[in-house]
T-cell receptor, first 114, second 118 residues
Framework: KNQVEQSPQSLIILEGKNCTLQCNYTVSPFSNLRWYKQDTGRGPVSLTIMTFSENTKSNGRYTATLDADTKQSSLHITASQLSDSASYIC?????????????FGSGTRLQVQP | GAVVSQHPSRVICKSGTSVKIECRSLDFQATTMFWYRQFPKQSLMLMAT?????????EQGVEKDKFLINHASLTLSTLTVTSAHPEDSSFYIC??????????????FGPGTRLTVL
């Protein structure tokens, strides 16, 4: 069964600090992994997408890493801002293009305090 | 990036009534749209996959007669919650993808609709 585990479940940091969110998955066969940001009461917004051949990808202050061998990914946020307060969701996908719906993990709820 | 809209953003209704939620892809054609439901502090759960011009595919445990989905055009899908009950109160989110059958195709999410059934 495809599973996704994210840690920590929640995190509080001070504005300006860095943080790293973790994702372990058991999706197989693996195709790609996305990180989404979901603000409270809003739909998810894609931050990064990485295929199995990519180790790292950045999007502004967001940097995602991927280790397809250990099936781990991380999302690093640098110089956090208050607007970074949101849930961050890791979404791995299989090669099965017949199923295009996404399976979401429970996410990490990040709160950035002034 | 592509834009997906939902209407209404919030709706409050009485128990037993029906509510229709619209999902539109504004600047691209979406052959497939997905409907998700999210309860407080939980992850998004897929309800159904909607393909333009055909019947929707529902996930296990989702009542197709209660959650009616229509995808009559390439830019519009609707979800109707029939005979709504308080337990149907949730955040409903749609997503749309362009007609590229690839595991790397990007899904664009709508802003969600908050349904409260009294």
């Amino acid at each position: 069964k495809n599973q996704v585990e994210q840690s920590p479940q929640s995190l509080i940091i001070l504005e300006g600090k860095n943080c790293t969110l973790q994702c372990n998955y058991t999706v197989s066969p693996f195709s790609n992994l996305r990180w989404y940001k979901q603000d409270t009461g809003r739909g998810p917004v894609s931050l990064t997408i990485m295929t199995f051949s990519e180790n790292t990808k950045s999007n502004g202050r967001y940097t995602a890493t991927l280790d397809a061998d250990t099936k781990q990914s991380s999302l690093h946020i640098t110089a956090s801002q208050l607007s970074d307060s949101a849930s961050y969701i890791c979404v791995p996908r299989t090669l099965d293009t017949g199923r295009r719906a996404l399976t979401f993990g429970s996410g990490t709820r990040l709160q950035v305090q002034p | 990036g592509a834009v997906v809209s939902q209407h209404p953003s919030r709706v409050i209704c009485k128990s037993g009534t029906s509510v229709k939620i619209e999902c539109r892809s504004l600047d691209f054609q979406a052959t497939t749209m997905f409907w998700y439901r999210q309860f407080p502090k939980q992850s998004l759960m897929l309800m159904a996959t909607s393909n333009e011009g055909s019947k929707a595919t529902y996930e296990q445990g989702v009542e197709k007669d209660k959650f009616l989905i229509n995808h009559a055009s390439l830019t519009l899908s609707t979800l109707t919650v029939t005979s709504a009950h308080p337990e149907d109160s949730s955040f409903y989110i749609c997503s749309a993808s362009q007609p590229i059958k690839s595991s790397t195709d990007t899904q664009y999410f709508g802003p969600g609709t908050r349904l409260t059934v009294l």
